[in-house]
């Protein structure tokens, strides 16, 4: 007993000690390194210490999140909007539409107004970008105001084959800075750890998307499925930026020659991948039209 309250003593720390050690391991290891001190006997010690505060702070994690989390999602799904928008996969669509769209307005105007105050026309071309965006939303959105999700699939086929090809013009605005990256040496720059919270941003908002178009394909909705076709779009488009921002930060032992291809090989496949999208929703519209035309033809022939 008494071995065992030596260990719970040791791996269950009072909260407030988990905090200030948190704190003070975090501390040191910043002057550690920002001093270059990493092989002193002074900061063998604070490795230590901060392995033990990691150890701890998991453990405190593990033993307290469930908790947590349990108690946040009673509070979540307790609240009639939250818990509509997380388990009406219709309305989702909606709220995530109108989101979308204004989103994508502000940044149209403001990379306008960029454009015209600094006379560039790389502004301009994110302009014009964001309005192609903004534009295929707006006609998602003009539809579901009017029109149920899955009542009527040829007019939802329709608004789709419209929203495509739409969705091929903005190969346009990504071959235009593509070349303003290789040949006027524009791109995305983020300050200190800025960059890190882009990333990670990034690779979220790319694996959010892929995963919703295969989530999204079970309720055999062209709106839903051209809606989130449109926002893998977006996220690729993001890879890309975060590319030529990766190559600003850390890019200064790769040669321009190696940049400019690897530029040229990210926005090629982005390129590829959204036209395959596009066309292939292209396609399965035509396909669905037709069929759905032959079907209502043949009915009222045969009544």
Same mark, same amino acid.
């Given at each position: 007993?008494?071995?065992?309250a030596?260990?719970?003593?040791?791996f269950?720390?009072?909260?407030?000690?988990?905090?200030?050690?948190?704190?003070?391991?975090?501390?040191?290891?910043?002057i550690?390194?920002?001093?270059?001190?990493e092989?002193?006997?002074?900061a063998?010690?604070?490795?230590?210490?901060?392995?033990?505060?990691l150890?701890?702070?998991c453990i405190?994690?593990?033993?307290?999140?469930?908790?947590?989390?349990?108690r946040?999602?009673?509070?979540? @799904?307790?609240?009639?909007?939250?818990?509509?928008?997380?388990?009406?996969?219709?309305?989702k669509t909606?709220?995530?539409?109108y989101?979308?769209?204004?989103?994508?307005?502000v940044?149209?105007?403001?990379?306008?107004?960029?454009?015209?105050? @600094?006379?560039?026309?790389?502004?301009g071309?994110?302009?014009?970008y964001?309005?192609?965006?903004a534009?295929?939303r707006?006609l998602?959105?003009?539809?579901?105001?009017?029109?149920?999700?899955?009542?009527s699939?040829?007019s939802?086929?329709k608004?789709a084959?419209?929203?495509?090809?739409?969705?091929?013009?903005?190969?346009v605005?990504?071959?235009?800075a593509?070349?303003?990256?290789?040949?006027?040496?524009?791109g995305?720059?983020?300050?200190?750890?800025?960059?890190?919270?882009?990333?990670m941003?990034t690779? @979220?908002?790319t694996?959010t998307?892929?995963?919703?178009?295969?989530?999204?394909?079970?309720?055999?909705?062209?709106?839903?499925?051209?809606?989130k076709?449109?926002?893998l779009?977006?996220?690729?488009?993001s890879?890309?930026?975060?590319?030529?921002?990766?190559?600003?930060?850390?890019?200064?032992?790769?040669s321009?020659?190696?940049?400019?291809?690897?530029?040229?090989?990210?926005?090629g496949?982005?390129?590829l991948?959204?036209v395959?999208?596009?066309?292939?929703?292209?396609?399965?519209?035509?396909?669905?039209i037709?069929?759905?035309?032959k079907?209502?033809?043949?009915y009222?022939e045969?009544?």
């Amino acid at each position: 007993m008494k071995q065992k309250a030596v260990y719970r003593k040791i791996f269950f720390p009072p909260i407030w000690l988990i905090i200030v050690l948190t704190v003070v391991s975090a501390a040191a290891l910043i002057i550690v390194f920002v001093q270059g001190r990493e092989f002193m006997p002074v900061a063998y010690m604070t490795y230590v210490i901060s392995f033990y505060t990691l150890v701890v702070l998991c453990i405190a994690c593990i033993k307290t999140f469930p908790g947590y989390y349990k108690r946040i999602k009673r509070k979540v @799904y307790g609240n009639q909007y939250a818990n509509r928008y997380l388990t009406d996969v219709v309305y989702k669509t909606h709220i995530n539409l109108y989101r979308s769209l204004a989103i994508n307005l502000v940044y149209v105007a403001m990379n306008a107004v960029a454009a015209m105050l @600094y006379s560039t026309y790389w502004f301009g071309i994110f302009a014009v970008y964001y309005a192609i965006l903004a534009m295929m939303r707006f006609l998602l959105i003009r539809y579901v105001g009017h029109n149920e999700i899955g009542v009527s699939c040829i007019s939802e086929w329709k608004r789709a084959r419209q929203c495509s090809y739409i969705l091929l013009t903005i190969n346009v605005a990504l071959a235009a800075a593509v070349l303003m990256m290789i040949y006027n040496h524009r791109g995305f720059e983020y300050q200190g750890v800025l960059i890190y919270a882009m990333a990670m941003y990034t690779f @979220y908002i790319t694996v959010t998307a892929i995963t919703e178009m295969i989530k999204y394909r079970k309720y055999h909705s062209p709106i839903m499925s051209v809606s989130k076709m449109i926002k893998l779009s977006a996220s690729l488009f993001s890879m890309l930026f975060l590319e030529t921002a990766m190559f600003s930060q850390f890019g200064e032992e790769t040669s321009p020659m190696v940049q400019r291809v690897m530029i040229m090989a990210t926005g090629g496949g982005i390129s590829l991948t959204v036209v395959a999208m596009a066309l292939y929703m292209i396609v399965a519209s035509t396909k669905e039209i037709r069929k759905h035309k032959k079907s209502e033809k043949e009915y009222y022939e045969n009544a």
